[in-house]
Structure formats: structure tokens, C-alpha cells
């Protein structure tokens, strides 16, 4: 099993482009979590798929933030335009179902906006 | 507002003696706890958990205390090993949800 497999795993842009994250959850796996990692508020939940929809996008910080889900293997998170305070650790978790309590992390995006 | 607050951001141990991490949380809605530990450059992967009709759950070295009076969930690690030196997250979560409230994390350096 491969686990969640997250790219790029670093990414340095100037203020002002358009950043793409991208997700691969673990297969068979029905649930979706990004998350963004800083040193002051620790992992924050920014959105939640279920079944590739979206049920809680509210702690997405604004509007320059979006994420789709087109199917079940393939997810991404958009930032644009990017911001030096977006700079962060970025994770993508999955779970088997809504139900289950455990959360299966990919190795994360270390984001840099200059 | 931080519902679950890891106050001690780092804790150092001698190997072979007891690690203990603790965990605050403001709101008693919550009903089930995780612990997870991240090394560097790698996402947090789960380590242990415990349900609020517990008040204790041991797997190996590895036991999690909860007291809901106090809203306060401790980790214990004997013996620790160097290899236990990670940064360890508690989070947690309210029945019927699947949002999980994460703390900031306390970093545990065990020596050899």
C-alpha cells in the first residue's frame, strides 16, 4: 500500500502566483482531509470530500483558496493568488469512511511564498 | 480559541525512563481522542487512541489516560526509546462528527 501520496513535497513561488497541491488518497479510501500545518495554530481542517463531495469547506481562509475533488484518487488544493502568510506545511488525509476515526496523513507540501 | 492546547511545545527524557504528554481540552462535547506522532519531512501518523467511556487504554509502551473532570488526556510512553523522539499531536472530536481539533504538538527529544 502506497498511502497517501501528496506533490509537489516543497514549493517555492513569488507573492502573487497561482499554487496547485496536489492529493492521492489511499484506494478504497472514501474520505478527504487538507489540512495546513503552521507553528501557531498547529493542523487546521481547511476542507472535507466525502464520496469526492464537499461537505465543510469552512475553514478554508478565503476565497483565493479552492480545492476540487474530480474522483476518487485525485484531489487538489489552489491557492491563488498565493500570499506570504500562506506559506505552511499543507496535508492531505484520507479514511476508509465518515464513520472511522482514524486518518491516514500523506507526507505533506512545504509551501513557501516569497 | 484554542479547544485542545498542548502547553509544553517540548519535552526531553532520559531513555528508559517514563515520557509523559500531556493534552487539555475545552469542550465537553468531546467524546473521542487521538494521539499521533510525526517525524520530520513526514505527514502524523496515528499512534493511539482512547473513547470518553474510557478513562484509560494501553497498547504496548504506549498508554493514554483520560480524565474528563479535568478535560485533561495524558500520553505515556515506557520505556522511551530514542526512537520515540518525534513531535506528538493530541485531537479531538465530538460524537457524530468527523472534524477532528488538533493541538499544536510537543516535541519529545528522548536521549540515549
Known amino acids: 500500500d502506497a498511502g497517501v501520496i501528496q506533490s509537489p513535497r516543497h514549493e517555492v513561488t513569488e507573492m502573487g502566483q497561482e499554487v496547485t497541491l496536489r492529493c492521492k488518497p489511499i484506494?478504497?479510501?472514501?474520505?478527504l482531509f487538507w489540512y495546513r500545518q503552521t507553528m501557531m495554530r498547529g493542523l487546521e481542517l481547511l476542507i472535507y470530500?466525502?464520496?469526492?463531495?464537499?461537505?465543510?469547506d469552512s475553514g478554508m481562509p478565503e476565497d483565493r483558496f479552492s480545492a476540487k475533488m474530480p474522483n476518487a484518487s485525485f484531489s487538489t488544493l489552489k491557492i491563488q493568488p498565493s500570499e506570504p502568510r500562506d506559506s505552511a506545511v499543507y496535508f492531505c488525509?484520507?479514511?476508509?469512511?465518515?464513520?472511522?476515526?482514524?486518518?491516514?496523513f500523506g507526507p505533506g507540501t512545504r509551501l513557501t511564498v516569497t | 480559541d484554542q479547544q485542545v492546547k498542548q502547553n509544553s511545545p517540548s519535552l526531553s527524557v532520559q531513555e528508559g525512563r517514563i515520557s509523559i504528554l500531556n493534552c487539555d481540552y475545552t469542550?465537553?462535547?468531546?467524546?473521542?481522542f487521538l494521539w499521533y506522532k510525526k517525524y520530520p519531512a513526514e505527514g502524523p501518523t496515528f499512534l493511539i487512541s482512547?473513547?470518553?467511556?474510557?478513562d484509560k487504554n494501553e497498547d504496548g509502551r504506549f498508554t493514554v489516560f483520560l480524565n474528563k473532570s479535568a478535560k485533561h488526556l495524558s500520553l505515556h510512553i515506557v520505556p522511551s526509546q530514542p526512537g520515540d523522539s518525534a513531535v506528538y499531536f493530541c485531537a479531538a472530536r465530538s460524537s457524530g462528527t468527523y472534524k477532528y481539533i488538533f493541538g499544536t504538538g510537543t516535541r519529545l527529544k528522548v536521549l540515549a
Open positions: 488525509a484520507s479514511s476508509p469512511g465518515q464513520a472511522t476515526y482514524e486518518q491516514y
Open positions: 470530500f466525502n464520496n469526492n463531495v464537499p461537505i465543510d
Open positions: 482512547i473513547s470518553s467511556i474510557k
Open positions: 484506494s478504497g479510501h472514501n474520505s
Open positions: 469542550n465537553s462535547m468531546f467524546d473521542y
